[in-house]
């Protein structure tokens, strides 16, 4: 499976803007499909995750209440809405495939290209 994120651009303070993930093929209802961001000199951090088939949440404390992760299947399709961004939400935005509703990077594979979000102040 592939995944490849989508939407990004440049928001001012405050703004919003949606992200997609789009997988090659289809995914089984266990999969979990997460949102990782990595900023210049900082290390990938978690940002959203959710369960394909459940469509169980988990997030990060710095965007929970801001950020929406949802799974569209009938388009095998993964949604980042992210409001009220702030200029620390600045970063590339991964998305990719794991098991578990886990925070950690390392239980997620089949990384996709990054999608760039910047915010300005």
């Known amino acids: 499976v592939q995944l490849q994120a989508s939407g990004g651009g440049l928001v001012q303070t405050g703004g919003s803007l949606r992200l997609s993930c789009a997988a090659s093929?289809?995914?089984?209802?266990?999969?979990?499909i997460g949102w990782f961001r990595q900023a210049p000199g900082k290390e990938r951090e978690f940002v959203a995750a959710?369960?394909?088939?459940?469509?169980?949440?988990k997030y990060a404390a710095s965007v929970k209440g801001r950020f929406t992760v949802s799974r569209d299947n009938a388009e095998n399709t993964v949604h980042l809405q992210m409001n009220s961004l702030k200029p620390e939400d600045t970063a590339v935005y991964y998305c990719?495939?794991?098991?578990?509703?886990?925070?950690?990077?390392?239980?997620?594979?089949?990384w996709g290209q990054g999608t760039q979000v910047t915010v300005s102040s």
């Open positions: 990719a495939l794991g098991t578990d509703l886990s925070a950690h990077p390392g239980d997620f594979r089949s």
């Open positions: 959710v369960r394909r088939g459940a469509g169980t949440t």
């Open positions: 093929q289809r995914t089984y209802s266990s999969h979990v």
